[in-house]
Structures are given as structure tokens and as C-alpha cells.
């Protein structure tokens, strides 16, 4: 598994390709999620159109991910899933726990969409 990073306005977004299964690799995404969160970058969009497959391991560490990013009061939206990624995600549920996109752009948007909802309600 390997990422690229990509900042559109203030969102980063992880395009992460290959398996998302456990290991140094999973571990190297979590630390740069925690090295983002050291530089203030709170919202996130991990977009997984190339990610093949996804282990018990790789769901483990997105919740990792997720809970970390959460803790910081940001949030992580997911984009592109595979039909086999999204049918695992369904299957343990997880797909509950996160926002989830057909593109990048909506989910980079949902951002937007979101403060101009919070803004409406105050």
C-alpha cells in the first residue's frame, strides 16, 4: 500500500493505493494522520479508488484514523470506494461510521457544506 497527498483549500486528501491490510504501511498512514493533526489539518478525505483490497487490519486502522482525527474535533470522509472495499465496509458495519462520496470533490465540498449548515443553525 502507498498514499499521495493532495491539500484542495484546506482539506488534505490521501489517494491510497494497493491493500490496505496491516503492517508498516498502515502504521506510516497513521503516523502521518497524527502528523497532520500536530500541523492543525483536521479534515480529511481518504480517497480509496485504487485501494483493492481491505483486511480486518486495514478496517482497524481507518477507525484508528478516524477516532484520532475525531478527538482533534476534525473529521475523515471516505471517496470512491470499490465495490469490494464498500461491500466489506458493509458487511462489518463500519460503512456506518463514516460520510462517505463518489468523487473527491464532493467530499472535499461536504466540508464547505457543513460549516454552512453549523452557520444556519447558531
Given amino acids: 500500500m502507498t498514499f499521495k497527498e493532495k491539500k484542495i483549500n484546506e482539506v488534505m486528501v490521501l489517494t491510497i493505493k494497493g491493500n490496505l491490510m496491516g503492517g508498516s504501511d498502515t502504521q506510516e498512514l497513521r503516523d502521518r494522520i497524527d502528523e497532520l493533526l500536530d500541523e492543525n489539518v483536521s479534515e480529511i478525505v481518504f480517497d480509496l479508488g485504487k485501494v483493492k483490497w481491505i483486511n480486518s487490519v486495514g478496517l482497524g486502522t481507518l477507525i484508528a484514523c478516524y477516532t484520532s482525527v475525531v478527538n482533534k474535533n476534525g473529521s475523515i470522509r471516505l471517496a470512491r470506494l470499490t465495490k469490494k472495499v464498500k461491500s466489506i465496509m458493509i458487511i462489518s458495519q ?14 472535499v465540498k461536504s466540508f464547505d457544506e457543513e460549516l454552512v449548515e453549523e452557520d444556519m443553525t447558531v
Fill in 94 to 107: 463500519i460503512i456506518k461510521v463514516f460520510k462517505n462520496y463518489e468523487t473527491v470533490d464532493e467530499a
